[in-house]
């Protein structure tokens, strides 16, 4: 084990999530032998909206560390049910860290680029104006601000377009439409940094290694548009499948989504000594990786 940060046990919120699942991997591989009794891991069955509940859990705990990947994370969803997505992602936020204050345990927060607005012509600094354009910005800035206002000791880590074998996500759902022969037709008006959850849970640990506090930035080195990350995902899948171009507008979601949504990670290289591997690398990396590892998700019933 690296780090000084587990002194104590460490609480993982959402660790049957995408994001979640592969931080339980990281944190046991980290705590080796000791796992068994320094992992607490929880999902739906600590409701984060419970104050009570979370208060009664932590108390009982004494974590040095809370990691919450728990999220309300249906962006189209929470246009029309913005009332539960706040209660999971800004008053779950707000309850995790008064608890984590009371019992003096440094809460890990994850937050999204959708907090941005896009119209940057640079990538995303931890300290630049945020601007939401849809309700699931809305209410993960809400959890940032109520993780501010708590006094907590925390990190927060802002990532994008996330994906990982654990979860419903982009790459699977590219290559189920390309097997099926559909056709596929993808917008080329975003922009942004595909992210791969494992690369985020290793990151997040080697934050914790160098002791970072504050807001830090986190995703997959180089930028592409949706249509760029699809024709890749097309290419390694090994299909011969055109991808077709598509603005937002036409797509027509509920949620709008920002253009840009480049991160600046210089903040997590300043921390860690480290840069981030390009996203081709690490998709690269997943195509190879998705056969063996979803026989073992499926075991454990955690395949989509
Ligand atoms: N996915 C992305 O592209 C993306 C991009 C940027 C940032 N993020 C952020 O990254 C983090 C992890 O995202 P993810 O995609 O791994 O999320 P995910 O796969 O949707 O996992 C979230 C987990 O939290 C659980 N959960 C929901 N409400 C809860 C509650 N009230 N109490 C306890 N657990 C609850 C969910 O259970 P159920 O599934 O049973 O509801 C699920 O297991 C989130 O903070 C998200 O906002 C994600």
Not at 42 to 64: E, G, H, W, Y
Not at 154 to 160: A, D, E, I, K
Not at 232 to 242: K, N
């Amino acid at each position: 084990m690296s780090g000084a940060w587990i002194n104590g046990s460490v609480v993982l919120i959402g660790a049957k999530g995408m994001l979640g699942g592969e931080l339980a991997s990281v944190l046991r591989d980290r705590l080796g032998d000791r796992a068994d009794q320094l992992l607490h891991r929880f999902d739906l069955d600590l409701n984060i909206c419970d104050a009570r509940a979370v208060s009664a859990k932590l108390t009982a705990l004494k974590p040095s560390v809370v990691i919450n990947a728990a999220a309300y994370t249906n962006v189209d969803g929470c246009e029309s049910d913005e009332a539960q997505a706040l209660a999971v992602n800004a008053t779950g936020v707000e309850n995790l860290a008064a608890a984590c204050v009371a019992v003096d345990a440094t809460l890990v927060h994850i937050g999204t680029d959708f907090v941005f607005d896009g119209t940057s012509t640079r990538p995303y600094r931890p300290d630049d104006a945020v601007n939401p354009l849809s309700a699931y910005g809305r209410t993960k800035l809400a959890g940032e601000q109520a993780l501010l206002a708590s006094g907590c000791r925390y990190l927060l880590v802002r990532t994008s377009w996330l994906f990982g074998l654990l979860g419903k996500n982009f790459v699977e759902a590219i290559l189920a439409r390309a097997e099926s022969g559909s056709p596929l037709t993808v917008v080329t008006d975003q922009v942004g940094c595909p992210t791969l959850a494992c690369d985020l849970a290793e990151a997040i640990a080697a934050l914790l290694d160098a002791g970072a506090t504050g807001t830090v930035h986190f995703c997959n080195a180089e930028s592409c548009t949706w249509h760029g990350f699809a024709t890749e995902i097309v290419r390694l899948g090994g299909f011969d499948v055109a991808v077709a171009a598509m603005t937002s507008d036409a797509l027509d979601r509920p949620a709008v989504r920002p253009a840009y949504s480049v991160l600046d990670t210089t903040s997590f290289t300043k921390w860690t000594g480290t840069t981030p591997r390009p996203w081709r690398d690490a998709l690269a990396d997943y195509m190879g990786q998705r056969q063996t590892r979803r026989v073992s998700a499926e075991s454990i019933g955690r395949v989509p």
